[in-house]
C-alpha cells in the first residue's frame, strides 16, 4: 500500500498550470488530503497517522521529488488533450522502469487522481472511482503553495 501510495501521490502532483506560451507547466507542492481503494475511502484518522511530509510532493517540469525519505525523481508525462486528462509516471526501481497509468482533473486548488500502479496503458481508469475489483486509487491532494 505505502509503494501504490507513493506512486499515486506522484500522480496527484499533475496539476496543468497554462504558461504564457500555452504550454503545461507542472509545478506546485501539494499534501494528499484523502485516499479510496477498492471501492472505500480511507478514514480519516487513519491518513492522519502518516505524517504530512510522507504525505507531500513537489513537481518541478517533468519530475516529482517526495518529501519524505524516498527522494528520488519520478518522471511524469501528462496529455490535457485527452478527457479526462492522462498522466503517465515512470519511477526505476534498480535496472526496472515502473509505469503507472492514471487520469486527474484540477478543481480549484483540488487535484484528483486515480490512477493503477506499476500497469499497462489500458490498464488506465476510466472514471474517478474505485471499487472491490478494481486496481485503482484515488487520491485528493490539495495545493499547499499558492
Same mark, same amino acid.
Given at each position: 500500500?505505502?509503494?501504490?501510495l507513493g506512486l499515486m501521490v506522484v500522480l496527484?502532483?499533475?496539476?496543468?498550470?497554462?504558461?504564457?506560451?500555452?504550454?503545461?507547466?507542472?509545478?506546485?507542492?501539494?499534501?494528499?488530503?484523502?485516499?479510496?481503494?477498492?471501492?472505500?475511502?480511507?478514514?480519516?484518522?487513519?491518513?492522519? *497517522? +502518516? &505524517?504530512? !511530509?510522507?504525505?507531500?510532493?513537489?513537481? @518541478? /517540469? #517533468? %519530475?516529482?521529488?517526495?518529501?519524505?525519505?524516498?527522494?528520488?525523481?519520478?518522471?511524469?508525462?501528462?496529455?490535457?488533450? *485527452? +478527457? &479526462?486528462? !492522462?498522466?503517465?509516471?515512470?519511477?526505476? @526501481? /534498480? #535496472? %526496472?522502469?515502473?509505469?503507472?497509468?492514471?487520469?486527474?482533473?484540477?478543481?480549484?486548488?483540488?487535484?484528483?487522481?486515480?490512477?493503477?500502479?506499476?500497469?499497462?496503458?489500458?490498464?488506465?481508469? @476510466?472514471?474517478? %472511482?474505485?471499487?472491490?475489483?478494481?486496481?485503482?486509487?484515488?487520491?485528493?491532494?490539495?495545493?499547499?503553495?499558492?
Amino acid at each position: 500500500m505505502r509503494k501504490l501510495l507513493g506512486l499515486m501521490v506522484v500522480l496527484a502532483i499533475s496539476t496543468v498550470v497554462v504558461s504564457e506560451d500555452k504550454k503545461p507547466s507542472l509545478d506546485g507542492t501539494y499534501v494528499i488530503v484523502a485516499i479510496e481503494k477498492n471501492g472505500e475511502k480511507l478514514p480519516d484518522e487513519s491518513l492522519r *497517522k +502518516t &505524517p504530512e !511530509e510522507d504525505r507531500t510532493f513537489t513537481i @518541478k /517540469g #517533468d %519530475k516529482l521529488i517526495r518529501m519524505g525519505k524516498n527522494k528520488e525523481p519520478i518522471e511524469l508525462k501528462i496529455d490535457a488533450s *485527452k +478527457t &479526462p486528462a !492522462e498522466i503517465d509516471m515512470k519511477e526505476t @526501481k /534498480g #535496472d %526496472k522502469p515502473e509505469l503507472s497509468y492514471g487520469i486527474y482533473k484540477l478543481e480549484g486548488d483540488t487535484l484528483t487522481i486515480c490512477g493503477v500502479e506499476d500497469s499497462k496503458p489500458e490498464d488506465r481508469p @476510466k472514471e474517478f %472511482k474505485t471499487s472491490k475489483d478494481s486496481k485503482a486509487l484515488l487520491l485528493i491532494m490539495k495545493k499547499k503553495d499558492k
